[in-house]
């Protein structure tokens, strides 16, 4: 089964922006890994993000977009908010089987 | 208001079985590809099994770790996704997630793998 890395920890400043990439053992990740991000927070679901690498659901907030950054896929935050701390996790398809990422957890100092 | 509803977690001994039940409503659930999800206690969430609408084929789809043990069926009458898990460890045990294709998640039923 591939391994998808992403950074264990980030720190942010509220009002700026951060990245977060998302790996895959077996090459570049490609829009064909159907990269998808959710945030999870403690005690709640899981809530999706973005899917097919950069499109937002209804209820995600425009601060948010998704990209592929050379051979990853991106999550990028833009005028983070206190809100925004949360565990990061993308997610990749290999075939029609997904592949979670370790999570990055993302503090907003 | 789309729901998922999960249920049929608890305690189980090492070599046991158990039937996980997500009862769905608020949406068309013949037309939804549906999945199960689960986090191991301090780790991170792990992808388990996905299956097609009918309408799609209805083919399932398992992450290699649980392929020969793990069952995802769906009853469209009943608007109710399964997962039977057989050959429990405790390395099973987890918060398991019922997800419409990952879209809309439910709030997770508990299931600890202990003697």
């Known amino acids: 089964q591939a391994v998808v890395t992403q950074e264990p920890s980030l720190t942010v400043s509220p009002g700026g922006t951060v990245t977060l990439t998302c790996a895959s053992s077996t090459g570049a990740v490609t829009s064909g890994h159907d990269p998808n991000w959710f945030q999870h927070k403690p005690g709640q679901p899981p809530r999706a993000l973005i899917y097919n690498t950069n499109n937002k659901h209804s209820w995600t907030p425009a601060r948010f977009s998704g990209s592929l950054l050379g051979d990853k896929a991106a999550l990028t935050l833009s005028g983070v908010q206190p809100e925004d701390e949360a565990e990061y996790y993308c997610l990749l398809y290999y075939g029609a089987a997904g592949v979670f990422g370790g999570g990055t957890k993302l503090t907003v100092l | 208001e789309m729901q998922l509803v999960e249920s049929g977690g608890g305690l189980v001994n090492p070599g046991g079985s158990l039937r996980l039940s997500c009862a769905a409503s608020?949406?068309?659930?013949?037309?939804?590809?549906m999945a199960w999800v689960r986090q191991t206690p301090g780790k991170g969430l792990e992808w388990l099994s996905r299956i097609q609408s009918k309408t799609a084929g209805g083919t399932t789809y398992y992450a290699a770790p649980v392929k020969d043990r793990f069952t995802i069926s769906r009853d469209d009458s009943k608007d109710t996704l399964y997962l039977q898990m057989n050959g429990l460890t405790t390395e099973d045990t987890a918060v398991y997630y019922c997800?419409?294709?990952?879209?809309?998640w439910g709030r997770g039923t508990l299931v600890t793998v202990s003697s």
């Open positions: 608020g949406f068309t659930f013949t037309d939804s590809w």
């Open positions: 997800t419409r294709d990952l879209m809309k």
